[in-house]
């Protein structure tokens, strides 16, 4: 252990001196800023008022501007202003009134920043700039797309994009790159947001730009999902993973509900168990609930595909309250989906219509929301109407024409006059023509969804009935077979015993033949007794009125109690006897348990032979009651294992020619189960069987 000492001490110390370096880098990188910025300010106090003064002002704004100094910067600003004013500096006033804008921008006074934008603009045309005129388009762009005004941000970004590029400004690409993906993702143009993004992220890469990397990768993931395209999704999360940024919580509350989603898509249960797991875990303790909704929803789906219906009910619940309460529309959708299945599954088919109801009405609002969103570049008519109107009039005015002008201007004006009437009629034509279709069409969507609603309400109701007429075929094949079960073998057994009783009043027995029939009188009572108890109890499992009592017993009483009864047919067949039962205590209906034991016994002497042994026995194992009947008899085959515990009767003949109804197993099956219990059996062919029981020990194990 002393030797590691060293070792550990060295990566403490190398550590240490790592963050020293680190700091002491943005040390000298601040430190070299605020050189810059006093150098720039000291050596524009001793220039002179010329446009030397005025581009190392420029210098020193976008400095500040750089270093977020914005208020130090206006001040710089408005002296370069009034001094390029005064000596009429034209490039340099286009300048400092784009970086006045820039600093609107970023202080959020729109209406200051894009009057700024057109003055600049307007000086760079002047001057046939055509970097800076796409720089300041650039800008308007972004904060355009920033206000919602989409389609008006992708007119000037685009007019940037051709002058950036030809340029190859990499900075300036990222940005104008950026703010088209973000436009077209934000009018549903999803295509060609996906083509920006990644344009973006190429820029990104260029200036080692993490944030702006994961953001565009968080983007084309979410775009690549929507496309169904889920391996590429899957590869841009986990790219933002693989960044230092996946050790923020933020970052990976986000990226983990949906990378699991997206392995669900593959129903690649591990992954994304283990991712959502981790997002649950985030979110929760971060109090995130929009990315706790996420994970809800993907763990909901996630435990019905795995048939674990309870939980998923549970986690779904929550999602729907979450939903509605942040009103997050797309993941209410998903929710009604995920509860629609599940009721389905659950033949909870009222409820699970409910939700398809629900997830109708909420899907075509939202395809209207997404296809006004679409049309956001409507109106060009009205626009172009309205350069009409503007148009001024141009009336001469000389003395001698003056009342032809007027009668010109008078038949210039009444035909703009006819022109714009005949144009508000057409465009109310237009308007009512596509009013009447929005209408018509509006009603054949209602009929089509309410024909739809009624044609899944009658799929769930034929599925409901043809279960049960499954069912009921199923009970009433049961039932044939019981009655040809009854007919015969309850009959030969009653036969048997009323011979015997005509026999004795006959006289026509010696007491040593009366003796000798006795063990034979005995198994012909107890098979008809253990039928008549099976048919019983398959009857009122039937009917549903089996109800449990639980308490506490001695299981090694039962075992003795039931051995007692089979004693003589376990003599008369040459079987012995192992009793390894020991004094513990279930908690189960003892009444239950004693038909299971009886049924369990009964099957292990039926297939015995001669020589063969019976072994009962229980123990303890994690904390619940396990009872055990072992026969070294001829065992079963695989394919009747699978046939043991059904809903439908199996049965075989025994080794003496034993027969039984099959319901034996079927009842012991429902009856442990009743008791909160599992039944298994363990077999090999030739070898024997053993049958297990496991009960609970107290009531604690029942919640």
């Not at 202080?107 to 300041?136: H, P, Q």
């Not at 609002?365 to 969103?373: D, V, W």
């Not at 619940?624 to 065992?635: K, Q």
């Amino acid at each position: 252990m002393s030797a590691l000492v060293p070792s550990c001490n060295l990566n403490v110390n190398m550590r240490k001196i790592i963050i020293l370096l680190i700091v002491n880098l943005f040390v000298l990188i601040g430190f070299s800023q605020t050189n810059e910025i006093d150098s720039l300010a000291l050596e524009l106090a001793f220039q002179d008022q010329d446009t030397t003064k005025i581009e190392t002002s420029l210098e020193l704004v976008k400095s500040l501007f750089k270093v977020k100094e914005y208020d130090r910067a206006l001040k710089y600003i408005i002296e370069s202003e009034k001094l390029s004013n005064s000596i009429n500096y034209k490039k340099g006033i286009a300048e400092i009134t784009f970086y006045k804008a820039l600093i609107y921008a970023q202080k959020g006074d729109y209406i200051n920043a894009i009057s700024g934008y057109n003055k600049s603009k307007s000086l760079f045309e002047y001057l046939k700039d055509t970097l800076n005129i796409a720089k300041v388009n650039n800008s308007i762009g972004l904060i355009e797309i920033g206000r919602g005004n989409y389609s008006k941000g992708l007119k000037y970004a685009l007019e940037a994009i051709k002058e950036l590029e030809s340029r190859n400004l990499t900075k300036d690409l990222d940005l104008a790159y950026g703010n088209l993906a973000n436009a077209y993702y934000n009018i549903n143009a999803f295509e060609k947001a996906l083509e920006f993004y990644k344009k973006a992220l190429v820029q990104q890469e260029k200036l080692n730009d993490v944030e702006g990397i994961n953001g565009s990768c968080s983007k084309l993931a979410e775009l690549y999902s929507r496309k169904k395209e889920h391996r590429k999704a899957i590869e841009y999360y986990e790219k933002v993973l693989a960044s230092n940024a996946s050790k923020n919580d933020s970052v990976r509350g986000y990226i983990y509900p949906k990378l699991g989603g997206e392995y669900l898509k593959f129903n690649d249960f591990d992954e994304a168990s283990k991712y959502l797991i981790k997002g649950y875990n985030i979110n929760i303790r971060k109090e995130d609930k929009s990315n706790l909704l996420v994970t809800l929803n993907n763990l909901g789906d996630l435990n019905i595909k795995q048939n674990r219906l309870v939980i998923a009910e549970k986690q779904l619940l929550e999602a729907g309250d979450i939903a509605k309460r942040i009103d997050n529309s797309t993941e209410l959708l998903k929710h009604y989906d995920l509860m629609k299945t599940l009721d389905s599954i659950k033949k909870r088919y009222d409820r699970a219509f409910i939700w398809q109801r629900e997830y109708y009405e909420l899907n075509n609002k939202l395809n209207k929301k997404e296809a006004i969103i679409g049309n956001n570049n409507l109106d060009q008519q009205e626009i172009e109407l309205n350069k009409i109107l503007e148009t001024p009039l141009n009336i001469p005015n000389s003395n001698k024409s003056k009342n032809l002008n007027n009668e010109a201007s008078d038949e210039r004006y009444n035909k703009l006059k006819l022109i714009f009437y005949a144009l508000l009629g057409a465009l109310a034509i237009v308007s009512t023509f596509l009013i009447f279709i929005f209408l018509k069409r509006n009603n054949n969507i209602k009929y089509v969804q309410e024909l739809e609603e009624k044609n899944i309400k009658i799929e769930l109701q034929n599925e409901a009935i043809l279960e049960q007429t499954k069912h009921l075929e199923n009970v009433n094949n049961v039932k044939d077979k019981l009655f040809s079960i009854v007919s015969h073998d309850l009959k030969d057994s009653l036969s048997s015993i009323n011979g015997f009783i005509d026999l004795l009043k006959d006289g026509s027995l010696t007491r040593e033949e009366f003796y000798n029939l006795i063990p034979e009188l005995s198994e012909n009572a107890n098979n008809a007794s253990l039928l008549l108890f099976n048919l019983l109890n398959w009857s009122k499992s039937q009917m549903q009125s089996l109800e449990p009592k639980p308490t506490l017993f001695d299981v090694q009483e039962v075992f003795e109690e039931k051995v007692r009864l089979i004693d003589q047919r376990m003599e008369s067949k040459g079987i012995n006897l192992v009793d390894h039962s020991l004094r513990d205590f279930a908690y189960a209906d003892r009444s239950m348990i004693e038909i299971v034991i009886q049924n369990l016994l009964a099957n292990a002497l039926k297939f015995c032979k001669n020589g063969d042994t019976i072994t009962v026995s229980n123990h303890i194992s994690n904390g619940s009651c396990i009872l055990s009947v072992a026969d070294t008899g001829i065992g079963i085959s695989k394919n009747n294992l699978e046939k043991l515990f059904k809903n439908n009767s199996f049965t075989t003949v025994g080794t003496n020619n034993e027969k039984g109804t099959g319901l034996g197993l079927s009842i012991c099956k429902e009856l442990v189960e009743l008791n909160n219990g599992k039944i298994w059996v363990e077999s090999t062919q030739g070898e024997g069987s053993t049958f297990y029981v496991q009960l609970p020990k107290s009531t604690s194990i029942l919640v």
